[in-house]
């Protein structure tokens, strides 16, 4: 005697593997992940600036701007002064420390990793007079503010060269 399935048999306690339940399923999360991928993010487009389709007023502005958002407890403060030399007022929890004038043309502009202060930080060293160490521009706690203000040190440099 030989036995045959016939028919839509199943075992007892088996699953149905049936494509409708699996594309119902993928259907289902691809709707709820695509919802949460929208929240947060912008209704509007941010304006992106271009340091090099920038005035050098704007310039200033813009490491102003950076000035007081990169770090809560310090404030940094610049303006271009004739001759290239940029003008650093710095306010931090110690209070204000006196004014710093740093020679822009030909200076070297580097960022750096502050381990034990967990920032980074924009260095400026001048060709003359030459210090020791580079002078510090600004103190970010994140690294994008740091690029930025770093690439837009070189253009305002570059804009003095130009003019």
Known sequence: MKLQWSGDHKLPGSR???PHRWRLAFAV???TVGAACMDGYPKQDVKVAYPLDMTQDQRIAQMNALGVDAHPDRRWSYDLLPGC???IDFDGKAGPRPSIDIPLLGAAVRVATDKEDETFDVEVRPTSPAPPNGVAVLEAQEWAHAIGMSRLLRVVEKGC???
Do not use: K, Y
């Open 16 to 18: 149905s593997n049936s």
């Open 29 to 31: 999360l691809a709707v």
């Open 85 to 87: 030399v940029l003008r």
């Open 161 to 163: 060269a130009d003019g």
